[in-house]
Each structure stands twice: as structure tokens, then as C-alpha cells.
């Protein structure tokens, strides 16, 4: 028997979701550790209880919710995330989550209870936070969170440990989150491709083979304030100008990076001069920056070259500068067998595939260390996301949830 999501229900928990996001942002804002996170993860709560899961937030900020199955004992995992970065869209993260409800609320219609237990997580805090640190909740999970992380502080000297206060959550405790994963025997997590292959193939459902590496850091420039009107360029000891250089450093090794080996990305997503006045030299400068790659090896040479760059940048101005470099997470092959699972069910209900790989990041990809896992993609309009015009069609979405719900059912077999 094949399953057959209901649009209306699905359309109408993207929307509830939709609703609750930050208003002073454009496009849909909910970043981790904020109200409006907060309301969205006991929003998946409450709905995780309604459509009949043992559910409950656990120390680490993960909403997760247990259908129990006729053995017991073994389980399957499946989910996503609610939160979303600054200004992103509808749909990263969230169909995940909402599409796991569907395949819950169509497993108990027609009447098909699963041998395993099936887990259904919301994990917290899945895009990189203002600390530059993502996937806390997976992380947790798997017992792979540095607690080095809850020193980082932000601009205001405020420390990832004193944020996760405000939203509820004590660093220290976070650790009893730890999820016994040896018995779970599969994580499938559902989610919008972000880049633009399945909808220009027009295939309906991509089936991730690997998923980026990613290696993020934060650079900080200390130079000297001087009256930019009277200080001469020779004279300068500008942080503005060392981070610029460096910014351009990211570039380029991307650049020649992608060249040899396709897929490797660089990007400064957040540069910040103090004091930010129009006439006055920088004193400080923070850059922070990202490189992802398929290859583990290449993400640690562009750390090294982007390390140099940045040194050089920085002394050739007289600037001092500090590197540091946070967690990262290697790239990560999906497990051939629940791959195959997923495949059959993809066919079995007669959708076009393809292979992809991942250039975003994914808590899939924390899992995949512990359990055997897979990811299920469905198109992107035009490749947008983590911006407002993020869009996938219900339609694709109603197939996305059906390819998960028959791969559960699949997976429950072995
Ligand atoms: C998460 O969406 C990422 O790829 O940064
Ligand atoms: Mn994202
Ligand atoms: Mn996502
Ligand atoms: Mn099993």
C-alpha cells in the first residue's frame, strides 16, 4: 500500500510556521535562541504530541518525539530543523520536520504500525548561530559538542553559554542529551535541495550521495585608531584594510580550489570594522569566513593558506591578527544500504531520480558518524535558499513526503 501525503495539512503546518518569525526581519526569520525559536520548537511539540509521539524537548534543546513500534527496541530516525538563518525562507529545515509528521499522522491512517520505534527530532540550532557554531542539537546528540564552544563570545562579550540561558538551556546539561545510537538503525532526514540541479533535469526526488565538509573560522584584526584626515597612508596601521585583503584571500583560494577540484567554496559571510565611522581608521576588524569542500583534505589546506593570507595581510601593515578556527565537520558519504532502501521506494512510487551531492550542511551529516543515514531531497525553484524567494512547490513537497514515508516503511523491514 502506498501513502499519499494530504497538501492541505502539510500547506497549513508550513504556514503555522511561517507565522511565527521575526518581524522587525525581512523574508522569514527565526534564528536559534530567540523567541520566535523558541515558539517554533514547542509549536513542533505540540504537534508531535497531537499526532500521537512521546514527545519532549531534551537538555539540549532537541524536540523529539517517539512513535513506539509492535517490536520495540530498534529504531528509526528521521527530522530536521526549525530554526533558519537571518532573513531565509519557508523551507530549509522545515519540511524535514513537517514532512515527519505527515509520514506519522499516513503510517497510523492506513493503519501500518512499524516494528521500530520511529524518532522524529526537531534538532536545535541547526544553521550556524551569530557564534559561528551549527548543528548544536546534533552535535549534542552525539555527544561531538566542544564544550570549548560555550566560551565564544559575540560582539557584545556575551558567551554562547550565557545565550543558551536566555533560551532555556544550561550548557552544562546539555551533555545528558546523548542519544544511545546504538540502536538506532537509520536516519533519513527530508529536505529542500538549495541549488538548482533537480529542477533543471526536472527529476522529482534527489538522493544525496555525500555532504559537504565545511571549516569555518573567525579572523580579528587589531590595528590603531588614527583622524583618517590627518594620519598619512604611510603611516596607517589599518585593520579595515588587512581584513579587506583577506577577504579577498577567501576568494581566491576558493577560486583555485574549485579548479582542481569542483565543489570547493569559500565565502566571508560577516566583516565588521570598529569604530564603524566614516573618518577614522579601523582599529578592529573581524572577518568571518567559511570554506566547504567534498575532499576533508583540501578544506585543511585552505585553512593553512587562508591562515598565511590572513598573517600576511596583517604584517605587511604592521596589524596583528588572531585566526581561530571552529569545529568542523569533514565531509560525509550517505551509507550505500539505506541509500538503496530509499531508492526502492523512490521507484516503487514511480518518481524520477538523481544523484546529488550536498553543498549544504546538514545534521544529517553529524549522524552519519553514528548511523547508518540518507538524505532525500526535493527541488529548489531556481536553486534560491537562505534568502526570502526560497521557494519548492507543494506539489514536490507531497512527493518529497511520500519518498520518506516509503522509505521508513522500507527501512522497518530490515
Ligand atoms: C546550512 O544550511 C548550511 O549549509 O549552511
Ligand atoms: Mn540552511
Ligand atoms: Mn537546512
Ligand atoms: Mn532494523
Known sequence: ?????????????????????????????????TETDLAGRQWALKRMREVGLDAHIDEAGNVIGVLKGRRGGRQLMTGSHTDTVEAGGRFDGMIGVVGALEAVRLLKETGQQLDHDLVVVDFFNEEPNRFGLSCVGSRAMTGTLNPQAFGVTDETGTSFAQSLQIAGIEAEAMHRS???FSRTDAFVELHIEQGPRLEEMGTEIGMVTSITGVSRFRALFTGRRDHAGTTGMEARVDAGCAAAGTVLAVERIAEQGNSELPGSKGTSGGVRFTPEAINVVTELAEIRGEFRSPQGSWLREAEEQLSSAAAQEAARRGVDVEVAWLPTQDPRPMNDQVVAHCRDAVDQLGLSRAELFSGAEHDAAVIADHVPTAMLFVPSHKGRSHCPEEWTDLGDIQKGIAALTESLIRLDRV
Open 1 to 33: 500500500m502506498t501513502v499519499t501525503p494530504y497538501l492541505d495539512r502539510v500547506e497549513s503546518e508550513l504556514k503555522e510556521l511561517a507565522d511565527m518569525v521575526d518581524a522587525d526581519q525581512p523574508g522569514w526569520t527565526r534564528q536559534a535562541m
Open 178 to 180: 546523548r542519544w544511545d
